[in-house]
């Protein structure tokens, strides 16, 4: 997405961020719950999951957390530090879904913050819809010794 930091000074309200488009492998789900410790089996036996009403596995909310955060630190740059993130989650993601994620930039602050409206959506609808806050440099901070 970005190669260095965006600056505060060239983020205006209402700019929307370059859409990221997730494939969702069985593998993905699986091994990103496992690695966040999340060992609920409806995020990795197909069988149990559909014996609880599931058409499949499905993503676990550690994972989406993860994924909104590297979308917007991916548009922000390495420079960026993540202050909040708040998701809500609706439609499951499922294994041979691609998730969409696209981003609006929703409050600018002089201390930096800058608020970014966030969805990700599939094929059955939203998956996530939230927003996270980053702080990002000024100009002026650049140029600066302190």
């Known amino acids: 997405m970005t190669t260095g930091t965006v600056k505060l000074d060239d983020v205006t309200v ?3 961020l370059p859409e990221l488009r997730i494939p969702l ?3 993905m ?3 990103t719950a496992l690695a966040s410790r ?3 089996d409806v995020h990795h036996d ?3 999951a559909v014996e609880r009403g599931s058409k499949d596995i499905f993503m676990n909310i550690l994972t989406t957390n ?3 955060e590297r979308y917007v630190t991916g548009w922000a740059g390495p420079g960026a530090v993540v202050t909040a993130i708040k998701i809500r989650l609706g439609a499951p993601n499922y294994p041979g879904d691609t998730m969409v994620l696209t981003g609006t930039v929703a ?3 002089d201390d930096g ?3 970014v409206a966030v969805r990700g959506v599939n094929e059955i609808g939203p998956h996530v819809t939230g927003t996270v806050v980053v702080r990002l440099p000024s100009v002026r901070a650049q140029g600066s010794d302190s």
Do not use: F, M, N, W
Request: proline share 4%.
């Open 29 to 31: 789900i699986v091994a």
């Open 113 to 115: 913050r800058v608020e």
């Open 46 to 48: 197909p069988s149990l």
């Open 66 to 68: 993860g994924l909104v």
């Open 14 to 16: 209402g700019e929307e």
């Open 38 to 40: 999340d060992y609920q």
């Open 25 to 27: 492998t069985r593998t």
């Open 107 to 109: 409050g600018k602050h």
